[in-house]
């Protein structure tokens, strides 16, 4: 009777701390989702018309204080590391989605050095105000938390692992019952951190819709006919050279005044060229998440979110892209980036893609610089050297850097300032576009002097320039809104809107040129193009992708626009079974293509 006594009286102060800290949980989920939500008042909203998904959020909290508190078997130390984690946690989400219209993931935890070598952009003044504040608010808060928390001792730590249990029952429920592509708008912050472990597709894929989506990908790889063979009248192989521009885009569709067009070379370049619009999958950031749609081929809509860093987490061994295509036919593949190797693995990475070469900060020394970042007048100079130094024809694939964001440092001196903002705006969004345009403006003059060297050129080659994403102009789309480029549009319809995530793309040649404006696509569609316009033969994944594009150009992850121009839902059963075709493709196709045998991944070497 004693030990039956002295379970129940421990179970009721296990109850009781168990209830206690449920209500500190949904307070946390509550700070968390006003944070995101920008309103108590849509937060509320969205727990009443969202039940289960917000208890799946205060279940992870809640597990979280047990786990901590069943480590330590201290309800001080769950209480202070859970609220200071969380909150943490919610407010780099917070500024997270303010800057780049993409929550806070687990992977962003691989991101640490990535942070922290642009920390002089990223950390402004008023950055590290807000920091000190919030840390100042937390410690009070988790004073008065600890000052007057629950009085009486801690459960026994079997009472932990009891609570514990409990916490993660639901999210054990939720995991097989919700699925990985959910919204953070509808699953909220935290729940939206273990979408790892749960099913990538909201749908139901059935064997049937397998067995006729493998049926479909043989059927495009099949039908494929090659349009081109070389170019050239005597089959010499044409240099090819990518240029990813950091931030390149269209400023003036703004529509604002500047004392010049930033661009105008550009524009008149772009009038005598192929080219169109690409749908990349982020914005303001994220880099190589256009990268690997443009060197493979392949679609971040295989993965969980758009926003999953690629490079970081998946690329650990050899895949097929265009380097190695090239690579393969003769070239010499050579990866370009002024910036430090190790900035998302591309160190690694571009070995695993076939490059030959990979040549990056580390290799080069001192470089001329704006603010932090080597200058696009550089990146010039080293194409043009490549060019003439390398004895096979050339694959060259150049990420620039001299544009990255934020825009808040004092990156050009006066003298170096040539174009200004003439349209009236706030002194913060002035000042962020005038550095912005600046950019531009040098970003310009740098393509206008690699173009016009390569038209005097003897050396056949065709030049791809496009940017990697929008720029990054002020927190919560700032300078879009300002100048009335878009709207009050929420973040998750600015997710899927072509205004933010289109970029406009040129190819051209200084041998047999063709001027033509193409119909948008996705930016891995643009892959299999390069490759036949100077007469590669495609493997058959590319085939594949190829035949998927002239189907689906435009794809997204709610809907898909199809070569008439229809929007097809993602509730059709059209959309899910080009869905599942695109994931076969991946599968059955790329990372099991015979040509990962070809190359070893010995024979890359480095420049250092």
Not at 157 to 168: D, F, H, K, M, T
């Amino acid at each position: 009777m004693d030990k039956i006594k002295t379970f129940l009286n421990q179970s009721q102060w296990a109850l009781r701390y168990g209830l206690l800290r449920l209500l500190g949980s949904t307070l946390l989920v509550v700070f968390s989702e006003t944070l995101y939500r920008k309103s108590l008042v849509n937060t509320l909203l969205w727990m009443v018309h969202s039940p289960l998904l917000a208890l799946m959020n205060i279940a992870v909290i809640f597990s979280l204080y047990m786990l901590i508190g069943l480590m330590t078997r201290s309800d001080k130390c769950a209480i202070t590391l859970t609220t200071i984690l969380t909150v943490i946690l919610a407010l780099v989400n917070a500024g997270k989605l303010s800057l780049r219209n993409v929550p806070l993931t687990l992977s962003d935890l691989t991101l640490g050095k990535e942070i922290w070598r642009i920390r002089k952009q990223v950390f402004d003044f008023k950055m590290i105000i807000g920091i000190v504040i919030a840390i100042a608010v937390l410690g009070v808060f988790v004073f008065m938390i600890r000052r007057y928390q629950f009085k009486g001792k801690s459960p026994w730590r079997s009472g932990y692992a009891l609570l514990l249990i409990l916490g993660l029952f639901p999210l054990v429920i939720g995991q097989n019952f919700y699925y990985r592509d959910i919204s953070i708008e509808k699953s909220g912050f935290f729940y939206s951190l273990s979408s790892v472990t749960r099913p990538l597709s909201s749908t139901q894929i059935t064997e049937e819709l397998k067995k006729e989506a493998k049926s479909n990908v043989a059927k495009l790889v099949n039908q494929y006919t090659g349009q081109d063979v070389l170019d050239t009248k005597d089959q010499v192989k044409p240099n090819v050279i990518i240029i990813q521009s950091e931030a390149f885009w269209d400023v003036n569709k703004l529509g604002v005044e500047f004392t010049e067009n930033p661009i105008s070379f550009y524009e008149a370049w772009e009038k005598e060229s192929t080219h169109g619009k690409l749908y990349v999958p982020v914005v303001g950031g994220g880099t190589s998440n256009t990268e690997y749609e443009i060197l493979t081929g392949m679609t971040l809509k295989n993965y969980s979110d758009d926003w999953e860093m690629v490079f970081n987490s998946s690329i650990k061994s050899p895949q097929p892209s265009m380097a190695s295509i090239f690579r393969l036919n003769g070239y010499q593949s050579i990866g370009f980036h002024p910036f430090e190797a190790s900035y998302y693995r591309r160190n690694e990475v571009y070995p695993y893609l076939g490059f030959n070469q990979f040549i990056a900060l580390d290799d080069l020394g001192e470089t001329p610089k704006y603010g932090s970042f080597t200058t696009d007048d550089y990146v010039t100079d080293y194409i043009i050297h490549l060019i003439e130094t390398t004895e096979e024809p050339l694959f060259n694939y150049a990420v620039t850097v001299q544009n990255h964001g934020p825009y808040g440092d004092a990156r050009f001196t006066p003298e170096e300032r040539r174009v200004s903002l003439v349209t009236p705006m706030t002194d913060s969004s002035t000042y962020l576009l005038n550095n912005y345009i600046q950019g531009l403006y040098y970003s310009d003059k740098s393509l206008e002097r690699l173009i016009n060297y390569l038209k005097t050129s003897d050396e056949p080659t065709l030049v791809v320039f496009f940017g990697d994403h929008l720029p990054m102009l002020g927190a919560d789309f700032q300078i879009y809104r300002e100048s009335g480029y878009i709207g009050n549009e929420s973040m998750a319809q600015l997710q899927e809107d072509q205004r933010i995530m289109d970029v406009d793309y040129v190819m051209w040649s200084n041998y047999n040129n063709r001027v033509e404006e193409t119909s948008p696509i996705n930016a891995s569609f643009l892959t299999p193009r390069i490759l036949e316009r100077v007469g590669i033969e495609l493997p058959d994944y590319l085939k594949a992708v190829k035949g998927l594009s002239e189907e689906m150009p435009i794809y997204m992850r709610s809907y898909y626009y199809d070569e008439t121009g229809k929007k097809i839902d993602k509730i059709q059963p059209e959309y899910q079974l080009y869905a599942q075709m695109y994931r076969v493709i991946r599968e059955n196709y790329y990372l099991e293509n015979e040509q990962r045998a070809e190359w070893s991944i010995n024979e890359t070497v480095s420049a250092r």
